[in-house]
């Protein structure tokens, strides 16, 4: 009764190893489309969440100073107008 086991035996081995193949090309396939989808958005010039953040806070304090200075502007305007009238 050697022969229906040896052949489980060799079908379980010949499975096993498939899995193994099946994984190996499923990690490279993944690793192929990793690649491609890097390499499409450097292409397109698109920046990093990290980039977008700084240039936004460096957007808000620009915004900020123009604020300051305009108030600052009107109130020596305001006092120039006073010592001429």
Do not use: C, H, Y
């Not at 690793?31 to 460096?58: C, H, P, Q, S, Y």
């Not at 620009?62 to 108030?71: Q, T, V, Y």
């Amino acid at each position: 009764m050697e022969g229906p086991n040896k052949f489980i035996d060799d079908l379980s081995k010949l499975m096993t190893n498939a899995m193994g193949v099946a994984q190996g090309a499923k990690t490279e396939a993944e690793t192929a489309m990793k690649g491609w989808i890097d390499r499409w958005l450097a292409d397109r010039n698109f920046v990093t969440r990290e980039e977008f953040d700084a240039v936004r806070a460096m957007a808000q304090k620009a915004r900020e100073e123009n604020e300051a200075l305009a108030a600052r502007i009107e109130a020596l305007e305001g006092a120039r107008k006073k010592t001429k009238g």
